[in-house]
T-cell receptor, first 115, second 111 residues
């Protein structure tokens, strides 16, 4: 079965420090990977995706993610965290099932950036 | 563009009552989805519609029905609500670029 795992429920980082939110995947074939962010009482917002090409993908709000095939990982990174980055982050993988492109989501990582 | 809109934003039901959650998108997307979000479980797919006129079950379809009314609208119906259906419900849509775009959610409480 195709899946993603987010091993950390909670990540705390000081403002101005680099941040990493981890994601590992298990898929057959080439993975299509995504990161989403959810602010309190809001829907999910798309941040970035990896389909093919460069292993370092740049997205919205200064976030980037590194695709590592040998480690089956797709970690989300930002060089300098802001308090406003505090939110719930979800990794997702596209699965091939039925008649539509479906996404399977990880359980989420709560990021808290401390001032 | 409004993107994906959902109504209502909040709803409280008694066990056994029925209701329909409405979703509409103005991005001309073919595919639409209904998810539920529960603490610590991420998002779980309830039903989806690959295109107008088609619907398919997702991971947790029991207790729900859907209707793809036209290309813009995709509704989710709870025929007989149960406390286990207390959750936050999200509608999403997508085109061929793979990523999905989400509505603001409906917070449902079943007592």
């Amino acid at each position: 079965a195709q899946s993603v795992a987010q091993p950390e429920d909670q990540v705390n980082v000081a403002e101005g420090n680099p941040l990493t939110v981890k994601c590992t995947y298990s898929v057959s074939g080439n993975p299509y990977l995504f990161w989403y962010v959810q602010y309190p009482n809001r829907g999910l917002q798309f941040l970035l995706k990896y389909i093919t090409g460069d292993n370092l993908v740049k997205g919205s709000y200064g976030f980037e993610a590194e695709f590592n095939k040998s480690q089956t990982s797709f970690h989300l990174k930002k060089p300098s965290a802001l308090v406003s980055d505090s939110a719930l982050y979800f990794c997702a993988v596209r699965v091939f099932s039925g008649s539509a492109r479906q996404l399977t989501f990880g359980s989420g990582t709560q990021l808290t950036v401390l001032p | 563009n409004a993107g994906v809109t959902q109504t209502p934003k909040f709803q409280v039901l008694k066990t056994g009552q029925s209701m329909t959650l409405q979703c509409a998108q103005d991005m001309n997307h073919n595919s639409m989805y209904w998810y539920r979000q529960d603490p610590g479980m991420g998002l779980r797919l309830i039903y989806y519609s690959a295109s107008e006129g088609t619907t398919d079950k997702g991971e947790v379809p029991n207790g729900y029905n859907v209707s793809r009314l036209n290309k813009r609208e995709f509704s989710l119906r709870l025929e007989s609500a149960a406390p286990s259906q207390t959750s936050v419900y999200f509608c999403a849509s997508s085109a061929s670029s793979y990523e999905q775009y989400f509505g603001p959610g409906t917070r449902l409480t079943v007592t």
